[in-house]
């Protein structure tokens, strides 16, 4: 029986960040090493796990795990921890071996300090020791940095196609089947790339982005073609590579690679001005959302998305919202350890005097203080991707009161979802697993960049995206990218492609 070693070493570094991507991090959303005592998994690791086993069974294979971990986007991991996983994952393949395939799970954009392409890294490393023959593929984010030394060391890369990313499973097992035809001979992939030079947020979801996502899909499965892929790159890691890639797979075609990979990345690159978030003000998006006949309107609070490494505890929507009397709103997460500690303590019903948030720095605003109450507990919050369940421990839902005004009711008010955990909003269960109804709401404020539209946009009469406080600018001129070379990437440039 052929084995497949399968592994997961990712995260999304924001090199901006002040929050080090540490064990504390790691250890909090999914870090399994085959050391460990055997435990339940977790829901991420569970559901690749029920895939994957089918997938190979059906062919005749088996899957020998390593370690896997996967951690909430922050700064760069720390370089001895990150050493210290990467080494791990090298002695699990290596007591798996002898091995037919390598299917590693990685992100793209990971940096430690020392390794600004932590993913190319890996794969010399796995490549060394499985020699040039064993297929060693990688699924990446689309987020990711597309390096030079990753191609090189790589067999096949695919990454995900659609922002918010639902094909996470789909991709995997795509990956799974290029790598398992390669050792039996049946397939012999070349990557082809073409950078696009251009950074900036691209949500599939808009036109015209999600035809020229299914244009290059179609190309799939003909004249050779095993696999393509949009790199959008992550304009928060300031690395040399940084930029999108378009990447083609072939079976033993680099010239046909290469051409429609430029061919892809060009039509992409025409696209420039249409594909990006269009993100407005936080005051505007308040303007629009107040006067909307109807709700709910779904306000994407992009600066601090936790999954682009943003410190996830910003209160300008709070501060300005209070400000305006805003009512008949709910915003989340907040990530407030301590808050949540003391509200559990104070339980369900209880009205108390609480600060809240912008503890992590200027771009997380100023701290608020009000009087709440907590209308909702729960040890898990539910919070799923895709159908996959994101760990986001305990959180509390308080009602945040408005300054008392006699002509204000004292029960008037906003929602608020508080987590003893850094991560994004998702699904509308964020709300509900803590006593808020998000459905009732005139206004959902959610803290992310684009992952919340496959679970708000169903019950949203409208989406706006709001880009301009906090940590992640999404004005992507504003971004002090040091390292990345701004005088070949569009917007920095009007056309970079000229030379
Ligand atoms: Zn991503």
């Given at each position: 029986m052929k084995r497949m070693f399968m592994a997961m070493l990712s995260t999304e570094t924001n090199t901006f960040s002040p929050i080090p991507t540490g064990?504390?991090?790691?250890?909090?959303?999914?870090?399994?090493?085959?050391?460990?005592?055997p435990a339940e998994a977790p829901p991420l690791l569970q559901a690749a796990r029920a895939l994957i086993d089918k997938r190979a069974e059906e062919r005749g294979w088996e899957i020998a795990e390593g370690?896997?971990?996967?951690?909430?986007?922050?700064?760069?991991?720390?370089?001895?921890?990150?050493?210290?996983?990467?080494?791990?994952?090298?002695?699990?393949?290596?007591?798996?071996m002898p091995v037919d395939g390598v299917l590693l799970m990685l992100h793209g954009a990971m940096v430690a300090e020392g390794y600004d392409d932590c993913e190319g890294d890996i794969l010399a490393r796995v490549r060394e020791l499985v020699g040039p023959d064993v297929p060693v593929g990688a699924e990446l984010d689309l987020h990711c940095h597309v390096t030079d030394r990753m191609v090189e060391q790589a067999t096949a890369l695919v990454g995900y196609k659609e922002y918010p990313h639902v094909d996470i499973m789909d991709r995997m097992l795509e990956l799974f089947t290029i790598l398992a035809d390669a050792a039996e001979g049946v397939v012999t992939p070349v990557i082809s790339t073409f950078k696009c030079r251009m950074i900036g947020l691209f949500p599939t979801t808009r036109e015209p982005l999600r035809s020229l996502v299914d244009e290059f899909t179609a190309l799939e499965g003909r004249d050779g073609v095993l696999n393509v892929w949009l790199g959008h790159g992550f304009p928060y890691g300031d690395v040399p590579d940084l930029g999108s890639t378009m990447v083609v797979v072939t079976d033993g075609d680099p010239a046909l690679g290469e051409e429609l990979a430029k061919q892809m990345g060009r039509k992409f690159f025409e696209l420039r001005e249409q594909v990006q978030v269009p993100a407005r003000t936080l005051a505007d998006c308040l303007d629009l959302a107040v006067a909307a006949s109807e709700g709910p309107i779904t306000i994407a609070d992009t600066p601090d998305n936790a999954g682009g490494g943003a410190p996830n505890d910003s209160t300008f929507f709070l501060a300005a919202m209070l400000e305006r009397g805003i009512e008949n709103a709910a915003i989340g997460p907040l990530w407030d350890p301590t808050a949540v500690e003391i509200c559990q303590d104070a339980g369900v019903g209880a009205r108390l005097s609480l600060r809240i948030g912008g503890k992590l720095g200027p771009s997380s605003g100023d701290p608020v203080d009000v009087v709440v109450t907590v209308?909702?507990?729960?040890?898990?919050?539910?919070?799923?991707?895709?159908?996959?369940?994101?760990?986001?421990g305990a959180a509390v839902g308080i009602k945040v009161h408005l300054p008392n005004d006699s002509n204000i009711a004292p029960e008037a008010g906003i929602d608020l979802v508080l987590t003893a955990r850094r991560g994004q909003g998702f699904s509308?269960?964020?709300?509900?697993?803590?006593?808020?109804?998000?459905?009732?709401?005139?206004?959902?404020?959610?803290?992310?960049?684009?992952?919340?539209?496959?679970?708000?946009?169903?019950?949203?009469?409208?989406?706006?995206?709001?880009?301009?406080?906090?940590?992640?600018?999404?004005?992507?001129?504003?971004i002090p990218l040091e390292r990345a070379d701004t005088s070949r990437l569009w917007p920095f440039v009007e056309n970079p492609h000229a030379d």
């Open positions: 064990p504390n991090i790691w250890r909090d959303m999914l870090l399994v090493r085959r050391s460990d005592p370690l896997f971990a996967f951690a909430q986007p922050a700064g760069l991991t720390p370089r001895a921890y990150y050493e210290e996983l990467r080494d791990d994952l090298l002695s699990d393949l290596r007591a798996a209308v909702g507990l729960c040890d898990e919050l539910e919070n799923s991707l895709g159908g996959v369940g994101m760990s986001m509308p269960s964020l709300f509900s697993s803590v006593g808020i109804d998000p459905e009732q709401k005139q206004i959902l404020v959610v803290k992310s960049t684009q992952h919340f539209h496959a679970g708000f946009a169903p019950i949203s009469k409208q989406v706006l995206y709001a880009g301009d406080l906090g940590a992640l600018p999404g004005d992507m001129l504003k």
